[in-house]
């Protein structure tokens, strides 16, 4: 059986639902690919009193076939299939009435329930009466919902304004790895690579784990990446509509946000999207910039000086940056694209731009490096309100002990040289930074590089270093 990478945070969860006195009604989501089901598999392994898996575009009578079918395989022999989803979870009832617990509870766990749900199917419906009337009552009970079509369990289990308002027990989020988590799942299967390529990687496919798999041993991280991006009928072929099609309803609407959105690195404004997309300024457009944001698509961020009103959305799914600056671009051929690319000018701005967005993900790791894991931080961005090409500062680390860092990210394939020039536009950019910011705080210049910093004159403004190994640790 595969090794569980990671996941120590879900799997405490787990282990305190297994532990729990209570009947519990329990959510899982998160993206495509991110191994939801391969999570409730590797922990519970056998021990499932019922498991299901919805039908992808299907029909509800096919689904119901489908539901009947593992009703039997689980132990209701001359159980037939239910006409409709009332008489289905009755059906489920009696299955759980009848069979002792594994391990001290009884675990359903039914994936892909949003493909179950057709139009007019009444399923939502069977599950509150299965719920309220039968599983709050039983105490060894616990019953696992799964799916990808985020926005959809959000509105119809995690919302719900009926008969499952306030029923859900626990809810988990499954993340992407961290970097470090990606480094171990290469180290289980014996993918050897730099950490200046794993970290390559990241930036390319974020850690989703479905996407790692497709790494093959023996081949350079840019071999894998032609391999699976731009081939003719590549690994990933078509996977940016299937990823927002089985995440969001009207998926259409929300790529054309993230499309208008990853046009500009700094990101859009509401008011900005509104006049890239076309889209009126209201509730649903307000749903999708937060379905978008609690998948960790975009991200909402505000200059250290403006209000929540002014903030700006940018896009941070590495896949979606990396679909918009290379694979819509440039299409796919039989020639090794990416391969070419390295060390590009094309390819150098990619890099650092997007090790600016890695480095904004792993915030932890960087405040771990920097020893105030246990100090209240407040995390922003700046930029100088006096001209529109002003200083700024791509990230700000506010922190309780009186002490403002200014973070300044490198991706570079050596140490990094602080020349006179730029030790200049670094004295400017704090000086500017503590005027117009009015700070009183000590200001600590940190400087996050792949490599490091090269030791000169001008190196002693820098008053701590955090290279890409400390993301490692």
Known sequence: MAKLIGRHSESAQLDEIMQSDNPEFVVIFGRR????????????????TFKHTGLASKHKTEQLQNFGETLRNFGSKLCPDPKDWREAFAML????????????????????LPFMATPKSGLITALEHFWNDYGCTQSNLVLIICGSATSWIAKNIIKNKGGLHNRITRRIYIRPFTVGECNEYFKANNIIFSHKDNLECYMVMGGVPYYLSMIERGKSLAQNIDQIFFRRQGKLYGEFDALYASLFEESATYIKVIEAISKKNKGLSRKEIIKAT???DGGSLT??????????????????????????????????????????????????????????????????????????????????????SG??????????????????????????????????????????TITKKYHAELMNKIETFRTETKCRQAIHLVMITTYGIMRNEYSDIVQKEITMEDFFE
Do not use: M
């Open 33 to 48: 690919r991110i191994g939801k089901t391969f999570l409730i598999n590797q922990y519970f392994g056998d021990h499932f």
């Open 93 to 112: 009832r009696t299955l759980l009435d009848n069979t002792k617990p594994k391990g001290g509870k009884k675990v359903v766990f039914i994936d892909e």
């Open 278 to 280: 076309g889209l009126p």
């Open 287 to 372: 749903k999708i910039l937060e379905d978008l944001d609690n998948c960790d698509f975009i991200r909402k961020y505000q200059n250290i000086n403006n209000k929540e009103r002014n903030g700006l959305y940018q896009l941070t799914d590495f896949y979606s940056l990396f679909y918009y600056k290379f694979i819509k671009k440039y299409g796919t051929s039989d020639k090794d694209f990416w391969t070419l690319q390295l060390n590009t000018p094309v390819h150098n701005s990619w890099a650092g731009y997007v090790f600016e967005q890695f480095c904004l993900l792993h915030i932890s790791a960087i405040e771990k490096a920097l020893g105030i």
């Open 375 to 416: 100090i209240q931080t407040r995390v922003s961005c700046w930029q100088s309100q006096k001209s529109e090409n002003g200083a700024q500062i791509d990230l700000v680390i506010s922190r309780a002990d009186n002490i403002v860092n200014i973070c300044e990210i490198k991706f570079w394939n050596t140490p990094y």
